[in-house]
């Protein structure tokens, strides 16, 4: 019997891989996975294979601004096959330290560079409108997506958690939405309109409560 190479190796491992989404975000009134219930799914599989899973990161300064790098490597002592992604560490740093606006960024790009190497599709269906304006606004994050430049101002993006706040829901509620259905990893990232919709959703959700 011939012996598999890595990509048939990787193909029985993302055919196999289940990871339901059992994390809940109750601004987006949706179910999400973390990067830490796919490394929980696919240990065992890649267990299976005799394959090895390593996550690095790395700090990239673009501009006056630095992204968290993660690259998810996987390899069967023979053969060896990376994904990046990145996210951006948050100029937020009220109440919260910098090893921890770090670990942040670096658990979302990790969440993506899983995403990428096992195939795991977090995205809208591709035919809604939703999808298309999600794929329009940003190409970021797994393999070699450029990082995205900023929008908003530093008063639009504390209005916005500020009414998140007053909604009861916490700044991580708002970046999975952000994240989700905009690609973002920082509300600084939106659009002017993206901005609205999401301000909007917040006071609706505001007023419903």
Same mark, same amino acid.
């Given at each position: 019997? &011939?012996? +598999?190479?890595? =990509?048939?190796?990787?193909?029985? =491992?993302?055919?196999?891989?289940?990871?339901?989404?059992?994390? +809940?975000?109750?601004?987006?009134?949706?179910?999400?996975?973390?990067?830490?219930?796919?490394?929980?799914? =696919?240990?065992?599989?890649?267990?299976?294979?005799?394959?090895?899973? *390593?996550? *690095?990161?790395?700090? %990239?300064?673009?501009?006056?601004?630095?992204?968290?790098?993660?690259?998810?490597? %996987?390899?069967?002592?023979?053969? &060896?096959?990376?994904? &990046?992604?990145?996210? $951006?560490?948050?100029?937020?740093?009220?109440?919260?330290?910098?090893?921890?606006?770090?670990?942040?960024?670096?658990?979302?790009? $990790?969440?993506?560079?899983?995403? @990428?190497?096992?195939?795991?599709?977090?995205?809208?269906?591709?035919? *809604?409108?939703?999808?298309?304006?999600?794929?329009?606004? &940003?190409?970021?994050?797994?393999? #070699? @997506?450029?990082?995205?430049?900023?929008?908003?101002?530093?008063?639009?993006?504390? $209005?916005?958690?500020?009414?998140?706040?007053?909604?009861?829901?916490?700044?991580?509620?708002?970046? #999975? =939405?952000?994240? /989700?259905?905009? /690609?973002?990893?920082?509300? /600084?990232?939106?659009? /002017?309109?993206?901005?609205?919709?999401?301000?909007?959703?917040?006071?609706?959700?505001?007023?419903?409560?």
């Amino acid at each position: 019997m &011939t012996e +598999k190479n890595l =990509v048939q190796k990787l193909l029985s =491992v993302q055919s196999k891989l289940k990871v339901p989404k059992d994390q +809940k975000n109750n601004f987006g009134n949706y179910n999400y996975r973390s990067a830490e219930d796919i490394l929980e799914g =696919v240990k065992p599989l890649n267990a299976e294979e005799g394959l090895l899973l *390593t996550l *690095t990161d790395e700090p %990239i300064l673009t501009g006056d601004r630095y992204y968290i790098k993660a690259t998810a490597t %996987i390899t069967d002592g023979n053969e &060896t096959h990376s994904v &990046t992604a990145y996210a $951006r560490e948050s100029l937020n740093k009220k109440g919260v330290d910098d090893s921890q606006i770090t670990g942040t960024a670096s658990s979302y790009a $990790r969440k993506y560079a899983l995403n @990428g190497l096992y195939l795991i599709d977090d995205t809208k269906d591709a035919d *809604t409108d939703e999808y298309q304006n999600q794929n329009n606004n &940003t190409q970021t994050y797994q393999t #070699q @997506g450029k990082p995205p430049n900023g929008n908003l101002s530093s008063k639009q993006v504390s $209005r916005l958690f500020a009414i998140a706040k007053e909604a009861g829901f916490s700044n991580e509620d708002v970046k #999975q =939405v952000l994240m /989700k259905d905009y /690609k973002k990893t920082q509300a /600084k990232d939106l659009t /002017k309109k993206e901005y609205d919709e999401v301000v909007a959703r917040l006071e609706n959700k505001q007023g419903a409560s």
